[in-house]
């Protein structure tokens, strides 16, 4: 039976905070259990109020199930039995109890008891507006001071009323009880940041997102402002990481690669015995060495001073020639990563092209390929070694000076890396706001002078001007967030190396004065310190650079993932063109579910014949032209060439069989030689200007200063919309192809321009098979069939005179535009005599 003693040891007064060069227990285990209960139940009273009155229950569907929330309330439940099993301790021994023991033991448990009761409270409950996500400041704070308690003891290690002496049993067993606290503390002040048991968004948030079903709807790239961990997905991330910095097929750069990887390994060596032998050189130079030994200790030093170079090795030779011969390999995996992701883009169906925002996409796929490198730097040449680094330090100071060194260091590291990695993490929302605000300005900027011809007609250079300038400002609001928010995870990092560096040297300098360690070995340690320190001060840029590479990948692994709609089969043949007949039979297509654009359409056009489509806008011409083309693919039936299915042949195979003239010609920025030689990239010059002659624009282009020579300007703006037409024409007559697809090729021409542009594109279709989408139905007299379609349906179908005589809706669009040609006439005609009259 334990003997119950007075309230403190020794017969000992409370009041004496301070005795034998540490807190008195007596004292510290009255303060610490009080000031815990205080907070718990002051604070925690009115945040109870609060949800009393202002909270609700939150549906069950939204609570989360998390392993981790079951681990915060075990570790809750544990900290407040702990002091029992202290007290049973003391039972058991025999030892004497004194009174703060057992005001400890109670005022513990009903302050964990308290965290218990608020821990749950949180996790059921919710504020009614409630718009943050994570645990209230009352269980923050109480975890932050439980944990801070747990490192105050630490100065009392020099206290002989205190266990660190680890003497007899009951000292070792109370360093047990203390370290239990210690870890249980710690994790569940690192828990409380990440918070398991609560939503990962704001519960109101997730309701209305409910309500507006929100997941139904699938943006071309996915809101850079979401809230999920930059590491979600990183072992998928790293697969696809690794086979560019394995360069396969190259055994040259995989030997630069495993080269590296040595050099590597021997900067870690270096990092080693540098300090060594700077403590050699003073340990010899105080017992008054021989000459030629400290000369030669120098000389080492100073070699491998001059491979390691700075602290961090940063400017050794070592680093120096890994850093010149990682550039290959560097330039390997950009250029890899551009050809791929480019390659990618261009394989992507024209639903997606036509969704896109050019400006957000480049911006992301310029921010994503140039993060690669920085990735596969940042973590295999500085994150990989700075942990090692940790590693052999911890190892070397516990097993060559003692293992309280290597204790601080591992508490000092633990604690640098966790707050770096927890504040980070808190500030990646910034970093994502302002790229997605960096997105917003560069995509304005773009779509404004892509169309600044409209800008021009409205007079909007002014508006366009301040929307610009609102983007820029946003941008700028959270680009200072970022800025700040890094300056306070600097300030962390600096406050905790310095503690850590002062409490280890101040250990190294006792035992120097206890004649336990030599000059040499302080020397030492600190030399080895701060050169452990000073990577690990980089440690915070390498993380965030890292986290930041990858906030400005996600885009562009998103952009990897947009799967292909349309993709060629498995085993797919080529497609063996003979005649060039085409066969739709029973086709079926929708743009998006529940509207069908064709619905059951067949028909077939022979060798060499000509088909026109006429409609109504919105009647599926153009969707024919696109599915034929194999921009989409059927929903239901099928289409036939020569026989072959089209789904099941190569599309690259199709589309060289197959010539296009769009009705809006779009050239690319270069000149128009080039802009034909598009349609055959190897044609030579002889041939272009045979296909230009062939489209009746080659004496035009000879009338410009520069002849062939001529930049078009983007998109062709230089060009008339008529001479842009003729160069569609000659580049799908230097293509030469069997199929030829005009769709609505001169609907956005005068007159005179469209006849002689008919002209022109009869000499390319005579002996094809052609199928025109038409808009004048002057232009298709001569077709050998015409297909009437309706909505999604054809109608009528036959040649000019035969559709004329069924007097269907053929011949009511036909005398339709009649009527509406001799009107413009008549009108044109009666402006004359006016203009004669005024002019006499």
């Not at 379609?789 to 011949?811: F, P, S, T």
Request: glycine share 8%.
């Amino acid at each position: 039976m334990a003997v119950l003693g007075g309230y403190c040891e020794g017969n000992n007064s409370i009041t004496q905070a301070w005795v034998q060069q540490g807190f008195q227990p007596c004292f510290f285990f009255t303060l610490v259990p009080s000031v815990l209960l205080s907070v718990c139940l002051l604070l925690g009273a009115l945040q109870y109020a609060c949800y009393a009155r202002f909270s609700r229950a939150m549906e069950p569907k939204y609570i989360p199930r998390s392993r981790l929330y079951r681990i915060q309330v075990l570790l809750s439940l544990f900290l407040a039995l702990q002091p029992f099993g202290g007290l049973l301790w003391q039972g058991v021994g025999l030892r004497r109890l004194y009174g703060y023991m057992l005001l400890h033991a109670c005022l513990w448990t009903l302050s964990w008891g308290c965290a218990i009761g608020l821990l749950q409270l949180e996790h059921t409950r919710v504020l009614a507006h409630d718009r943050t996500r994570g645990h209230g400041t009352v269980l923050l704070l109480f975890w932050a001071l439980a944990f801070a308690a747990e490192n105050l003891t630490l100065v009392c290690w020099r206290s002989p009323l205190w266990w660190w002496a680890l003497e007899d049993t009951n000292q070792k067993v109370q360093f047990g009880f203390w370290l239990l606290r210690y870890i249980c503390t710690f994790m569940l002040f690192v828990l409380g940041m990440k918070a398991p048991g609560l939503p990962h968004k704001p519960y109101m948030l997730l309701v209305n997102e409910e309500e507006r079903d929100v997941e139904n709807s699938q943006p071309l790239l996915t809101d850079a402002s979401r809230t999920t961990s930059t590491w979600k997905d990183f072992r998928r991330k790293l697969r696809l990481l690794v086979p560019y910095m394995w360069p396969r097929g190259n055994h040259l750069l995989q030997g630069l690669v495993l080269f590296c990887m040595a050099l590597m390994g021997l900067e870690r060596a270096i990092n080693v015995f540098v300090p060594i032998y700077y403590k050699n050189i003073v340990n010899e130079l105080t017992v008054g060495a021989p000459w030629h030994t400290l000369a030669w200790t120098v000389c080492s030093y100073v070699g491998l001073k001059f491979l390691q170079g700075g602290g961090a090795g940063s400017t050794g030779f070592v680093s120096n020639l890994r850093t010149f011969l990682w550039v290959w390999v560097q330039q390997f995996t950009n250029r890899q990563v551009q050809v791929q992701l480019f390659a990618h883009l261009h394989g992507l169906s024209l639903r997606w092209h036509l969704g896109r925002r050019t400006g957000e996409v480049l911006r992301s796929v310029d921010r994503g390929t140039s993060s690669i490198n920085s990735l596969l730097s940042y973590i295999v040449f500085s994150i990989v070694p700075t942990i090692a680094d940790i590693v052999i330090g911890i190892v070397y100071f516990t097993s060559v000076f003692s293992a309280w060194f290597g204790l601080i260091i591992f508490v000092c590291m633990s604690l640098y890396l966790t707050l770096t990695i927890f504040i980070t993490e808190w500030r990646t929302k910034y970093r994502r706001d302002m790229n997605r605000r960096d997105n917003e300005a560069k995509s304005r900027a773009v779509d404004s002078l892509l169309n600044f011809e409209t800008v021009k007609y409205y007079n909007a250079e002014s508006y366009e001007v301040n929307r610009f300038n609102d983007a820029i400002v946003k941008y700028q609001v959270s680009e200072w967030k970022v800025s700040a928010s890094l300056g306070l995870l600097n300030q962390t990092q600096n406050l905790v190396i310095g503690l850590g560096l002062l409490a280890g040297s101040l250990l190294c300098a006792y035992f120097v004065t206890e004649n336990k360690l030599q000059v040499g070995d302080f020397v030492l340690f600190g030399t080895y310190i701060i050169q452990l320190y000073t990577p690990l001060n980089w440690f915070g840029t390498y993380y965030r650079m890292i986290q930041n590479s990858f906030v400005d990948m996600e885009n562009m692994f998103e952009l990897f993932h947009e799967d292909q709609e349309v993709k060629d089969v498995v085993n797919a043949s080529d497609l063996h063109l003979e005649a060039g007949q085409i066969e739709f039979e029973n086709v079926h297509f929708s743009y998006m579910d529940g509207k069908e654009i064709l619905q059951d359409v067949s028909f077939s056009v022979m060798p060499g014949q000509t088909l026109a489509l006429v409609g109504p806008s919105g009647s599926g011409k153009s969707t024919i032209i696109r599915l034929l083309f194999r921009f989409y693919d059927v929903r239901g039936g099928c289409i036939r060439i020569d026989g072959q299915d089209i789904s099941q042949v190569k599309q690259a195979s199709l589309r060289a069989h197959i010539g296009v003239v769009p009705q809006d010609t779009v050239l690319f920025n270069d000149t128009i030689a080039n802009n034909i030689r598009y349609g055959r990239i190897l044609a030579t010059d002889q041939e272009v200007q045979e296909a230009a002659r062939a489209a009746d624009i080659h004496d035009r282009i000879l009338s410009f200063p520069d002849g062939y020579n001529t930049q078009v300007g983007e998109r062709g703006l230089k060009l008339s919309g008529g001479e842009k037409q003729r160069v569609a024409i000659a580049r799908t007559i230097l293509k030469s192809p069997h199929i030829i697809l005009l769709d609505e090729a001169t609907s956005a021409l005068d007159t005179e321009t469209e006849r002689n542009i008919q002209a022109s594109l009869a000499k390319v279709c005579a002996h094809r098979t052609t199928i025109v989408v038409a808009h004048r139905l002057s232009t298709v007299v001569g077709a050998d069939q015409i297909l009437v379609l309706k909505d999604g349906h054809i109608v009528e179908r036959g040649r000019h005179e035969e559709l004329l005589q069924k007097g269907g809706v053929y011949a009511g669009m036909w005398l339709q535009q009649q009527t509406r040609d001799e009107g413009e006439s008549k009108e044109h005609h009666t402006e004359k005599p006016q203009g004669s009259k005024k002019g006499s």
